[in-house]
């Protein structure tokens, strides 16, 4: 009994011991990491007139190990989209999909629909000239040639207003200010949302006007090529740009022989309309033709359901919204959950849906300013300790390694890997340890995430960055400070 009683009271002592050793060497490593981000903010030009929000914490039981302005609301940039991604996964689900449905008002007959076709969209950010090829396909396998009746886009399941409050009226025409709707279409798998994709190629001769290429090949957009070629050793000076209001992209400028093809993503004008004009021209590739208009309206009661498409699921599209850092998913999710818990789909009540789960994840909605959920607003404030205790919080959710999953790694150089890292942090003291969000705004620059320690722990940290004159500058010098933590 003596020998028993013994036993456990060294075993005890030996924990007690144990935690101590633990307990100071942690102390230790905080003193260092202050010691060095202190000194590295005291020694960058870069921080003269700007400010930092920076916060660390142990990603094992979530204390705080350094914290330099805290508390202090600081805009995020794309640091935002972290909230929405954890606010989507817990409101929506890892499953979650986005249906895309086909329905028809009249009777079929003799291969000829005697009625309306509606397309009806929700929510789906991903869908491509490819899958309104499918639908096409699945129509005429349903026995229809021919329409009679008009083809409509009902985008209703989203409200009307297509840009958040804040987004600069510069970034209209651009693929990451594109509008919101419903029913949409991406040009690539990069899947952004809501634009197509311009490649302009010189052509063989100087004094000859560049080739132009859009994808997906759409009538829905107009070129104007205005663009020369010019010799080898001469400027390339390209832009491409869309009209306000319109879907008139005109190109200008010079572009060398043999130089690589510039390319430029542009936000169309009525996305709605732009996802008509695709599936019109898939239906009457596929044989079948349409006698009526095309059309937005809403699908009425009577309609009847034919086919559905559904998307990939949430777990799989975090990967190009985070990784890539897409606003319109962004945005798209913020009304989806609005649509869901509120029953609808719009900014006010989808923002409204993502301070609830910020309240639930224990973070201080208080202190914070949320505008939109991309962080493309310039009103966004979120202070870098609320970032970090989310980073904490959320590892406990069954969803967690989709979330993970789908945050950029350092310096891993495939594009749905390495994401906006992966031209960053290359060296092998963090290559491939860092999986974190960025963020770039005028005068912004943030990253957020989780670093693999040299002795294998993990930590947490936030940075944000504010007032900058140089956004690459504060970027060089986030991957300084993640280094830092790195090498502990």
Do not use: C
Not at 195 to 206: C, L, N, R, Y
Request: hydrophobic share 40%; no cysteine; net charge positive.
């Amino acid at each position: 009994m003596f020998e028993r009683i013994l036993f456990s009271f060294i075993i005890l002592f030996s924990t007690i011991n144990y935690i101590a050793q633990d307990r100071v060497i942690a102390e230790r490593r905080s003193v260092v990491i202050e010691s060095q981000i202190n000194e590295l903010l005291s020694s960058s030009l870069t921080m003269q007139g700007a400010i930092a929000g920076i916060s660390i914490r142990s990603a094992e039981d979530g204390k705080m190990i350094y914290e330099y302005n805290g508390d202090v609301r600081l805009r995020p940039a794309s640091n935002m989209k972290l909230l929405t991604a954890a606010a989507a996964l817990k409101v929506l689900g890892e499953d979650y999909t986005f249906p895309t449905e086909i329905h028809i008002d009249g009777s079929v007959k003799k291969k000829t629909l005697a009625g309306n076709l509606y397309i009806k969209g929700k929510g789906d950010p991903t869908l491509m000239k490819e899958n309104f090829d499918n639908l096409a396909k699945e129509i005429r396998k349903n026995g229809i040639t021919k329409i009679k009746g008009n083809l409509i886009g009902d985008d209703s399941h989203f409200d009307d207003v297509r840009y958040p409050l804040d987004l600069p009226w510069s970034d209209e025409t651009t693929y990451y200010g594109a509008q919101i709707s419903a029913l949409t279409a991406s040009p690539t798998t990069d899947y952004d949302s809501g634009s197509v994709e311009v490649i302009v190629t010189p052509s063989s001769k100087a004094g000859e006007k560049p080739k132009v290429k859009i994808t997906p090949e759409t009538s829905y957009v107009k070129i104007v090529n205005h663009a020369v070629t010019v010799g080898e050793n001469d400027k390339k000076d390209i832009t491409i740009k869309r009209k306000h209001a319109k879907n008139t992209i005109t190109i200008e400028g010079t572009v060398p022989i043999k130089t690589k093809a510039v390319k430029e993503w542009v936000g169309v004008w009525e996305p709605t309309r732009y996802a008509l004009a695709l599936f019109k021209q898939s239906l009457e590739e596929q044989g079948i033709k349409v006698s009526g208009k095309i059309k937005t309206g809403k699908v009425p009661d009577n309609a009847i359901l034919i086919i559905t498409h559904k998307s990939m699921p949430l777990s799989e599209l975090l990967v190009p919204f985070m990784k890539l850092s897409n606003n319109v998913h962004a945005e798209m999710l913020v009304k989806e959950m609005g649509k869901v818990v509120l029953g609808e789909g719009s900014w006010e009540k989808g923002l409204e849906v993502l301070n609830l789960e910020m309240v639930k994840f224990g973070l201080n909605s208080k202190t914070m300013v949320i505008r939109d959920g991309s962080g493309v607003s310039h009103v966004d404030l979120i202070p870098a300790n609320e970032i970090s205790k989310l980073l904490f919080v959320v590892q406990k959710e069954t969803w967690f390694s989709s979330y993970q999953n789908s945050l950029p790694v350092s310096g891993v150089p495939e594009k749905m890997a390495g994401g906006s890292l992966r031209y960053r942090m290359k060296t092998a003291d963090v290559q491939g340890r860092v999986k974190a969000k960025t963020g770039t705004l005028s005068t912004v620059s943030s990253l957020s995430g989780y670093v693999t320690t040299k002795n294998g722990q993990t930590l947490i940290f936030s940075i944000i960055l504010n007032n900058l004159l140089d956004e690459e500058k504060g970027k060089k010098l986030e991957d300084e400070f993640v280094k830092i933590l790195a090498n502990q």
